[in-house]
């Protein structure tokens, strides 16, 4: 897959390349190649890759650069559940706050009150405000 960049040139996505710099442990070889693709590409290579290799990633990027990921992902409700499991809960929360709070509120709609009250427990108070309104819930 490939894109251009803003001088038009061509960005190829190589994925191996990718896989390696992960598990080889080199985050700034993994940040230069990964951060440079179309959101929607950052976004395909994170859902396809194992567990292991998205721990990895939530080292690497911060919460913010995962929330621009995390919205454009294409899983299946259940699917939300176990990515999120392997996140640090503050993290996650983190992530949830900076996304766009409608996103935000459909993600965290797919979980369990537990999960729910967790997550905006931990957020900032501003972010959990806002989720909270189009969420319809009071704590």
Do not use: C
């Not at 061509?10 to 190649?33: P, T």
């Not at 990895?56 to 259940?78: N, Q, R």
């Amino acid at each position: 897959m490939s894109e251009k960049n803003e001088q038009n040139e061509e960005i190829v996505f190589d994925e191996d390349k990718l896989k390696e710099a992960l598990e080889n442990q080199d985050m700034d070889s993994f940040r230069a190649d990964f951060l440079v693709l179309h959101p929607y590409d950052r976004a395909t290579f994170y859902e396809k890759v194992g567990s292991e290799l998205r721990r990895t990633i939530y080292h690497y990027l911060s919460p913010k650069e995962l929330a621009e990921i995390f919205e454009l992902i294409e899983i299946d409700d259940d699917e939300y559940e176990a990515f999120l499991q392997e996140m640090d809960s503050t993290y996650a929360a983190e992530m949830f706050a900076n996304m766009f709070v409608d996103n935000a509120v459909d993600i965290l709609n797919k979980l369990d009150k537990a999960q729910l009250v967790s997550y905006l427990t931990l957020m900032d108070k501003e972010a959990a405000t806002e989720i909270k309104a189009l969420l319809h819930y009071d704590i």
